[in-house]
């Protein structure tokens, strides 16, 4: 037998199991399961956690009848259905409603309810997250991650079989390393059950973000730290540990852990390579987290008491019963690795072409002679004429194509008749702003088109930090709308038509 202390445990038990009969590689919860510390919850829209697991991996609801449907893997084991998701939400609309646990115990995340902070919707709960803000493709199969804008969470105050009390646990996520905030707190773990700052300890979860709020690593972020509550620790230092580098890969793997008195803090590229220990030894050297208070809920993309500041993007992940060993941690990884987590396009429909001048038509039958056009900054729709129109109205209804200011898989519009100004969304409306340079000002001007929502050869054009919304005009001024969503301007009647645009030559 192989020693228990062995570096190479982890892969041994990956290799044992194959060689137990399963023709297929153990999942990240049937490695946890072999050494000792079984998953208890285990989410995922992108792949099955269980080498068997055949069941639903996540639920979608489409906006052009609030229908839902689940998807599944495409195989035991496999990556998500994302045709099954694509065909069910063409030429509409979807959100993602729920992500199941497929560790069997029922610790599915659902719409987070209002706590100490509100969330946006009427009700105060949180926004749920559009099913197709996060594409990926793992093993070269399609599938979406979960794009968490400001103001989307996930949540689950009483699941079953969760760490409470100072109580043994483990846990680990795939992150999106380029999509974070300074905001707080874009989270998964372990957390408080009302919804509310219970104080010091009350919570054990993974954190990624460039907050200096509390802790901080070397650089200038972002960091995988943990929320402990009231605090987001990189080591035993409350305020620094130069051990926890800056993060710049696009796929992440974060890890913590944490016992009677000790915890860890690790990480990984998610598509390469091994994970290091940032941090590991004694609970932080502040009141209140040794003995530790855990509560147990599950949290999404947002902190303990509902924050719901934050930004980030969930591929998978998973808690466990008891601390796992690093070995056990090191084979989870390299299944993740064999994952082969990779990008996508962001983009679909009529292609544009850095550089060009186009116009855009609006398509709703009231308004086909009008384009999106500025005044000043007031973004808005205009009749514009080739024939008729002066110039000046010609070169504010056109547009240069630029890279995405903050993501250069989708593009930034550039105005023709004031270069260095840009459309942004500012307060859900469409603006016209001079780029200030700042990452706020570039992730708002930074917009993906798609196949238009109505067909017609036009585009629907999502932000690319809010990919529930999208260019809309609706009384002639133009927002970034979604569909049924809370605002006067987000009214599902005529959604599809009046966020759907022709794209053509610039006028100017
Ligand atoms: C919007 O434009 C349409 C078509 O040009 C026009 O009939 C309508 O009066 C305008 N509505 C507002 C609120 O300006």
């Excluded at 547009?399 to 903050?406: C, D």
């Excluded at 000002?441 to 690319?464: H, K, M, V, Y």
């Amino acid at each position: 037998m192989f020693s228990r202390s062995s570096l190479e445990r982890g892969g041994v038990l990956a290799l044992r199991l194959i060689a137990m009969g399963a023709l297929v590689a153990a999942g990240p919860c049937d490695i946890y399961s072999s050494g000792g510390t079984p998953c208890i919850a285990a989410h995922s829209t992108t792949r099955a956690l269980y080498n068997a697991y055949t069941g639903s991996l996540y639920q979608v609801k489409r906006g052009s009848d609030g229908a839902v449907t689940n998807i599944a893997p495409l195989s035991a084991g496999g990556v998500a259905n994302a045709a099954a998701q694509d065909s069910f939400c063409a030429g509409t609309t979807c959100l993602i409603t729920i992500i199941y646990d497929q560790s069997g115990r029922g610790n599915h995340l659902t719409q987070a309810p209002p706590g100490g902070f509100k969330g946006p919707e009427a009700n105060g709960y949180d926004n749920l997250a559009s099913a197709t803000g996060a594409p990926v493709t793992l093993n070269g199969q399609r599938a979406y991650g979960v794009f968490v804008s400001p103001g989307t969470g996930y949540r689950n105050n009483a699941p079953s079989g969760t760490a409470k009390g100072d109580a043994a646990e483990g846990m680990y996520a795939v992150l999106d390393g380029t999509h974070y905030n300074g905001d707080c707190c874009f989270d998964y773990g372990n957390a408080e059950t009302n919804n509310l700052d219970t104080g010091n300890g009350h919570m054990e979860a993974i954190y990624f973000g460039d907050s200096t709020a509390w802790g901080s690593g070397s650089g200038s972020g972002p960091w995988i730290m943990a929320d402990l509550e009231n605090g987001l620790f990189s080591g035993s230092n409350p305020k620094n540990n130069a051990g926890d580098p800056s993060i710049s890969h696009r796929f992440i793997t974060a890890v913590v852990k944490g016992g009677p008195n000790k915890w860890a803090l690790r990480g990984a590229n998610a598509a390469s390579g091994s994970l290091s220990t940032y941090y590991s030894g004694a609970r932080p050297s502040a009141s209140g987290y040794n003995p530790m208070s855990k509560e147990g809920a599950i949290i999404l993309g947002i902190g303990g008491d509902n924050s719901v500041s934050a930004q980030g993007t969930f591929y998978e992940g998973v808690m466990t019963s008891g601390y796992p060993s690093d070995a056990t941690e090191n084979a989870v990884q390299a299944n993740i690795v064999a994952a082969k987590y990779a990008t996508t396009s962001l983009t679909s429909g009529p292609a544009l072409s850095v550089g060009s001048s186009i116009s855009l038509r609006a398509t709703t039958a009231c308004c086909t002679t009008r384009y999106l056009a500025h005044s000043g900054a007031t973004v808005n729709t205009q009749v514009v004429s080739s024939s008729s129109s002066s110039t000046t109205l010609k070169q504010q209804a056109s547009w240069t194509v630029r890279a995405g200011l903050g993501n250069s898989a989708c593009f930034s519009f550039e105005s023709r008749d004031t270069p260095g100004s840009y459309i942004r969304h500012y307060d859900f409306g469409l603006v016209l702003n001079a780029n200030d340079g700042s990452k706020q000002f570039r992730e708002d001007a930074t917009f993906c088109p798609q196949a238009g929502l109505n067909g017609q050869g036009s585009s629907s054009i999502r932000a690319w930090g809010y990919p529930t919304r999208y260019f809309r005009h609706y009384d002639n001024v133009s927002y970034v709308a979604s569909n049924g969503g809370v605002h006067t301007f987000d009214a599902a009647g005529s959604f599809n038509d009046d966020a759907s645009w022709v794209v053509s030559a610039g006028f100017a």
